[in-house]
């Protein structure tokens, strides 16, 4: 089962920021939180990631909590084309572990 | 393009018909995921590949399915005697050993008649 917890849908209005809320109450120290989108009929694509310091990147910025039991990804100036399917996901960096787990993530819905 | 490619893109078959799936990775990286997909759920894991030896395999990955990396490069997926159960989107993934950011293709979607 995922390790994370994700609201089933949101709705943003066109031009103002998107804040996607996460929950991995359970994290460990190693895991990282990983975020990925995937638009409709396509494969998921890669966003950002973060341990426990806030990250940015082109795409959105990663807010991690201090006890690192929650997280919020923002897309600062959401468009059309931002409508998609968000998952949150926490694994361990390097190691054998192989596979990503993804949950049902957060439809985002982004309205003109 | 260097990112990960699948092929085909779409595929329909009857059921009981064997069915195989090609993934390129982006062309440095040495990690190779295979998933599945069905309508309106995440993706689940089905198997990797660290080079060419296969490192993990879901219990979803029943003996009716076989991937295979023989060089360490492209990977195929098979699927014998295909059920309609077996209709999903196939989505393959690569990384590179060390940075596990995965990559995805745009995936395989496949219709079992």
């Known amino acids: 089962d995922a390790k994370t917890t994700q609201p089933t849908s949101m709705d943003c209005a066109e031009g103002r920021a998107a804040n996607l809320p996460c929950n991995h109450s359970?994290?460990?120290?190693?895991?990282?939180v990983y975020w990925y989108r995937q638009i409709h009929s396509q494969g998921p694509q890669y966003i950002i990631h973060?341990?426990?310091n806030n990250e940015t990147n082109e795409m959105a910025s990663l807010i991690i909590t201090e006890d690192r039991k929650s997280s919020t990804l923002i897309l600062p100036h959401a468009t059309l084309r931002d409508t998609a399917v968000y998952y949150c996901?926490?694994?361990?960096?390097?190691?054998?572990?192989?596979?990503?787990?993804f949950g049902k993530g957060t439809k985002l819905s982004v309205k003109p | 393009d260097t990112g990960v490619s699948q092929d085909p893109r779409h595929k329909i078959t009857k059921r009981g018909q064997n069915v195989t799936f090609r993934c390129d990775p982006i062309?440095?990286?040495?990690?190779l995921y295979w998933y599945r997909q069905t309508l309106g759920q995440g993706p689940e894991f089905l198997t990797y590949?660290?080079?060419?030896?296969?490192?993990?395999k879901s219990r979803l990955l029943s003996d009716r399915f076989s991937a295979e990396r023989p060089k360490g490069s492209f990977s195929t997926l098979e699927i014998q005697r295909t059920e309609q159960g077996d209709s999903a989107m196939y989505l393959c993934?690569?990384?590179?050993?060390?940075?596990?950011?995965?990559?995805f293709g745009p995936g395989t979607r496949l219709l079992v008649l």
């Open positions: 993934a690569s990384s590179l050993a060390g940075h596990e950011t995965q990559y």
């Open positions: 359970t994290i460990s120290g190693n895991e990282y």
């Open positions: 973060g341990l426990k």
């Open positions: 996901i926490v694994r361990v960096s390097g190691g054998s572990q192989g596979n990503l787990i």
């Open positions: 062309s440095e990286h040495n990690r």
């Open positions: 590949f660290q080079n060419e030896a296969q490192l993990e």
